[in-house]
């Protein structure tokens, strides 16, 4: 069951560029005022000099944003060699006829899933009768709401388990605002509902496929700070009006659970167990989760039974109509797996069903009518597969069609044979195939995308490495280039990491990105401590008080590159996105000297600050909170924002936001920006560019992406000293 005031104005310093690309930009906006507010937080007082920068609502605030994004926006549309990557990506596009993702298998093998081709911009729902049937198009999310300035994509789709029916939820200009909407599959009408304020709506069907399940926020303005607060979960008819659907579980209906305001309450049914299961959820992996049966939802009052709470240590569960399978890291930092009575659970006496790995994590697993089948990653880079008799036994380890670097591992559930997996590596694309345990040939391929050939990257080869860091820790690091790049520090190294809420960067093929090694340099993904790489154990050494681990990481990674003459400090780039702002932010202001350019996208830049918009709170049990004076003590370390000195010569940097951003506010990113530039002795420039029409990210179209992915390389190939990318 996968659940988871007025401005004055002055000039900043003005960054050096050739006179060519200076006079083809716009001119230098005017900087953004220092306006000190001074703070106590713990035992620290904070001057926080940008904090006007938080009203976004200020019609000047807005302007400076504006000012900024479009001089940042006409200097990258200068750097040579930007719009050939551009035209690269759209060949390399065009070399599939189909893209196909977010499949849905249904019991009845119904295949829904969004397809888009060179021509579409983003993707479109289709259905079939299983992997051969003929396809059918349910919905193009392009003509929706035409004429009103917005463009949706899809961005879920829950159908029915007879496939009958399906609810499809849209959101526009990446803002992740979902509306829900439902369609009857065999005539392709909908049933006329919009439910909005559904971002985390998660529709779970009833059996009878008249009713579901779902969470909504709050009714208040998409600006408010406490949007995402008392969210609830209703049970909503499928034709009537959603302002009658009833509430079923939340912290007004179950104030004797606890839900927190900042907690995310869901429900989904499962008809095998014939229950419901509610979780309480945020970004601690651990969950916290109540059953009922399905007949309750007919009573005044769902009485919910304990299933798990936060100390069970628990992060994901299946179950079948009479057993409770666990995924746990309790007492297995490297995970095991359990399996414990349904109706009667007793968590700290379950059977160990998967052993703990001692030579790497145990990532995922999925039940069968024929087997348990799971997924084993050594050092987030190498991936393998097992089937275990269900009646025990030894596990095998699977053979699969070609090494991978990650395995993604799905089943339709214990009363079917069928399992699927998608592979990949850093250098092979993404192939789905399924797996028959009782045939001789065992894996049959049934990918939907359309294969691709990228003889461009014939060459490349990929390098597995064990870092010593600060500590003493080994810290894997993987670096991409061709064959034959030499090792005298001249080749461009563009570093990208993560290291937050265990999530693991395990090898994807992105020939986009691999457009870096195609122009000679290196990629560097540093699988820093607070992923999950490692297991339980290295996301808790970058989390909270642990978080310096995660950024010294970096930096270890990018001083061994120096010593073995991979790259140099003047060619080295480090890149991330969202709460990878912290990383490549305080690798920056700890080593300033070390990277040519730091690139944050849509980062947390100022995360003592966090809990005052809308998505800080829930984000708490990974970061810490200004409540804990321990953690407040953190949260003042890891904060990129404070830790800009006046007077050091800083990298360059672009810095980007989104105002429709609804898990990174956009003042995040915009008072480091300011800061930056305002403090750094450097002639290096500092841009900010904000997209006015996107959020996070997640939701932008092709054409968007492509140029958010052009503007990274570009500029990381321009200040690292790439020729094709300087200016004449």
Same mark, same amino acid.
């Given at each position: 069951?996968?659940?988871?005031?007025?401005?004055?104005?002055?000039?900043?310093?003005?960054?050096?560029?050739?006179?060519?690309?200076?006079?083809?930009?716009?001119?230098?906006?005017?900087?953004?005022?220092?306006?000190?507010?001074?703070?106590?937080?713990?035992?620290?007082?904070?001057?926080?000099?940008?904090?006007?920068?938080?009203?976004?609502?200020?019609?000047?605030?807005?302007?400076?944003?504006?000012?900024?994004?479009?001089?940042?926006?006409?200097?990258?549309?200068?750097?040579?060699?930007?719009?050939?990557?551009?035209?690269?990506?759209?060949?390399?596009?065009?070399?599939?006829?189909?893209?196909?993702?977010?499949?849905?298998?249904?019991?009845?093998?119904?295949?829904?899933?969004?397809?888009?081709?060179? =021509?579409?911009?983003?993707?479109?729902?289709?259905?079939?009768?299983?992997?051969?049937?003929?396809?059918?198009?349910?919905?193009?999310?392009?003509?929706?709401?035409?004429?009103?300035?917005?463009?949706?994509?899809?961005?879920?789709?829950?159908?029915?388990?007879?496939?009958?029916?399906?609810?499809?939820?849209?959101?526009?200009?990446?803002?992740?605002?979902?509306?829900?909407?439902?369609?009857?599959?065999?005539?392709?009408?909908?049933?006329?509902?919009?439910?909005?304020?559904?971002?985390?709506?998660?529709?779970?069907?009833?059996?009878?496929?008249?009713?579901?399940?779902?969470?909504?926020?709050?009714?208040?303005?998409?600006?408010?700070?406490?949007?995402?607060?008392?969210?609830?979960?209703?049970?909503?008819?499928?034709?009537?009006?959603?302002?009658?659907?009833?509430?079923?579980?939340?912290?007004?209906?179950?104030?004797?659970?606890?839900?927190?305001?900042?907690?995310?309450?869901?429900?989904?049914?499962?008809?095998?167990?014939?229950?419901?299961?509610?979780?309480?959820?945020?970004?601690?992996?651990?969950?916290?989760?109540?059953?009922?049966?399905?007949?309750?939802?007919?009573?005044?009052?769902?009485?919910?039974?304990?299933?798990?709470?936060?100390?069970?240590?628990?992060?994901?569960?299946?179950?079948?109509?009479?057993?409770?399978?666990?995924?746990?890291?309790?007492?297995?930092?490297?995970?095991?797996?359990?399996?414990?009575?349904?109706?009667?659970?007793?968590?700290?006496?379950?059977?160990?069903?998967? !052993?703990?790995?001692?030579?790497?994590?145990?990532?995922?697993?999925?039940?069968?009518?024929?087997?348990?089948?799971?997924?084993?990653?050594?050092?987030?880079?190498?991936?393998?597969?097992?089937?275990?008799?269900?009646?025990?036994?030894?596990?095998?380890?699977?053979?699969?069609?070609?090494?991978?670097?990650?395995? !993604?591992?799905?089943?339709?559930?214990?009363?079917?044979?069928?399992?699927?997996?998608?592979?990949?590596?850093?250098?092979?694309?993404?192939?789905?195939?399924?797996?028959?345990?009782?045939?001789?040939?065992?894996?049959?391929?049934?990918?939907?995308?359309?294969?691709?050939?990228?003889?461009?990257?014939?060459?490349?080869?990929?390098?597995?490495?064990?870092?010593?860091?600060?500590?003493?820790?080994?810290?894997?690091?993987?670096?991409?280039?061709?064959?034959?790049?030499?090792?005298?520090?001249?080749?461009?190294?563009?570093?990208?990491?993560?290291?937050?809420?265990?999530?693991?960067?395990?090898?994807?093929?992105?020939?986009?990105?691999?457009?870096?090694?195609?122009?000679?340099?290196?990629?560097?993904?540093?699988?820093?401590?607070?992923?999950?790489?490692?297991?339980?154990?290295?996301?808790?050494?970058?989390?909270?008080?642990?978080?310096?681990?995660?950024?010294?990481?970096?930096?270890?990674?990018?001083?061994?590159?120096?010593?073995?003459?991979?790259?140099?400090?003047?060619?080295?780039?480090?890149?991330?996105?969202?709460?990878?702002?912290?990383?490549?932010?305080?690798?920056?202001?700890?080593?300033?000297?070390?990277?040519?350019?730091?690139?944050?996208?849509?980062?947390?830049?100022?995360?003592? !600050?966090?809990?005052?918009?809308?998505?800080?709170?829930?984000?708490?049990?990974?970061?810490?909170?200004?409540?804990?004076?321990?953690?407040?003590?953190?949260?003042?370390?890891?904060?990129?924002?404070?830790?800009?000195?006046?007077?050091?010569?800083?990298?360059?940097?672009?810095?980007?936001?989104?105002?429709?951003?609804?898990?990174?506010?956009?003042?995040?990113?915009?008072?480091?920006?300011?800061?930056?530039?305002?403090?750094?002795? =450097?002639?290096?420039?500092?841009?900010?560019?904000?997209?006015?029409?996107?959020?996070?990210?997640?939701?932008?179209?092709?054409?968007?992406?492509?140029?958010?992915?052009?503007?990274?390389?570009?500029?990381?190939?321009?200040?690292?000293?790439?020729?094709?990318?300087?200016?004449?």
């Amino acid at each position: 069951m996968k659940t988871r005031q007025t401005f004055f104005l002055f000039l900043l310093g003005l960054p050096h560029f050739p006179a060519d690309l200076h006079a083809s930009v716009k001119p230098l906006p005017l900087a953004a005022p220092e306006k000190p507010v001074e703070e106590r937080y713990c035992d620290t007082t904070i001057v926080d000099p940008y904090r006007s920068l938080e009203r976004l609502d200020d019609k000047e605030v807005r302007t400076w944003f504006r000012a900024h994004a479009e001089y940042a926006k006409s200097v990258i549309e200068k750097i040579p060699g930007r719009n050939d990557l551009i035209r690269r990506m759209i060949d390399f596009d065009s070399r599939k006829s189909v893209t196909v993702y977010n499949l849905s298998i249904t019991e009845s093998n119904r295949y829904f899933y969004l397809k888009r081709t060179p =021509s579409d911009e983003t993707g479109k729902l289709y259905y079939r009768d299983g992997f051969e049937g003929s396809e059918t198009l349910l919905f193009d999310p392009s003509g929706f709401e035409s004429g009103k300035g917005k463009k949706f994509v899809i961005s879920n789709i829950s159908p029915t388990d007879d496939g009958k029916k399906v609810a499809v939820s849209v959101a526009a200009n990446g803002s992740e605002d979902d509306i829900v909407l439902v369609m009857h599959v065999e005539t392709g009408n909908f049933y006329g509902e919009k439910i909005d304020r559904c971002r985390f709506a998660a529709p779970s069907w009833l059996p009878d496929g008249s009713a579901f399940l779902y969470n909504r926020l709050a009714d208040l303005e998409k600006n408010d700070p406490d949007i995402q607060k008392n969210s609830k979960v209703y049970l909503h008819k499928v034709g009537t009006d959603p302002s009658s659907d009833r509430e079923v579980f939340s912290n007004v209906t179950n104030p004797e659970l606890g839900i927190r305001p900042e907690d995310i309450p869901f429900v989904h049914y499962d008809k095998d167990s014939g229950y419901l299961y509610a979780t309480v959820q945020n970004v601690d992996p651990r969950i916290t989760a109540y059953y009922a049966p399905v007949g309750d939802l007919y009573k005044p009052v769902v009485s919910w039974m304990p299933l798990l709470e936060q100390a069970d240590n628990v992060h994901d569960f299946s179950v079948t109509e009479r057993e409770l399978y666990l995924y746990s890291p309790e007492k297995a930092p490297n995970f095991r797996v359990l399996r414990t009575s349904l109706e009667r659970p007793d968590i700290r006496n379950a059977d160990v069903v998967i !052993r703990e790995p001692s030579d790497g994590v145990l990532t995922s697993f999925g039940l069968t009518n024929e087997g348990i089948y799971y997924t084993l990653s050594k050092n987030g880079v190498e991936e393998e597969f097992y089937r275990k008799p269900l009646a025990g036994g030894k596990a095998r380890n699977i053979r699969l069609p070609f090494a991978a670097g990650s395995v !993604r591992l799905s089943t339709r559930g214990f009363k079917h044979p069928d399992v699927w997996v998608v592979i990949s590596g850093w250098t092979s694309d993404y192939k789905r195939y399924r797996y028959n345990a009782s045939s001789p040939e065992g894996f049959s391929d049934e990918t939907l995308s359309s294969p691709a050939d990228y003889p461009e990257y014939e060459d490349l080869m990929a390098e597995e490495l064990l870092v010593t860091s600060h500590d003493g820790t080994k810290v894997p690091l993987s670096l991409v280039y061709r064959k034959g790049t030499k090792r005298n520090g001249a080749a461009p190294m563009l570093f990208y990491g993560y290291g937050a809420y265990g999530n693991a960067l395990t090898p994807f093929f992105s020939p986009h990105f691999l457009l870096w090694t195609y122009k000679g340099g290196i990629l560097a993904i540093a699988h820093v401590r607070g992923g999950g790489e490692l297991g339980d154990a290295w996301h808790k050494a970058g989390m909270k008080t642990t978080k310096p681990n995660t950024w010294k990481d970096l930096i270890a990674c990018a001083e061994y590159a120096t010593r073995k003459k991979y790259s140099s400090p003047g060619r080295m780039a480090a890149n991330s996105a969202s709460a990878g702002g912290i990383l490549v932010g305080k690798a920056m202001t700890e080593r300033p000297g070390l990277f040519a350019a730091v690139i944050p996208q849509v980062g947390a830049m100022n995360p003592l !600050r966090g809990e005052e918009t809308p998505n800080g709170p829930v984000n708490a049990p990974e970061f810490g909170t200004v409540k804990d004076s321990a953690e407040c003590r953190a949260l003042i370390a890891m904060d990129p924002y404070l830790a800009i000195r006046k007077g050091i010569s800083y990298p360059a940097a672009l810095v980007t936001a989104g105002m429709n951003d609804p898990r990174v506010i956009a003042w995040q990113p915009a008072k480091f920006a300011a800061r930056l530039a305002a403090s750094t002795a =450097s002639e290096k420039p500092v841009l900010f560019l904000t997209d006015f029409e996107s959020g996070h990210g997640i939701g932008d179209m092709k054409t968007k992406r492509f140029e958010t992915l052009a503007d990274v390389l570009s500029f990381a190939f321009w200040q690292t000293g790439h020729p094709e990318f300087q200016p004449e």
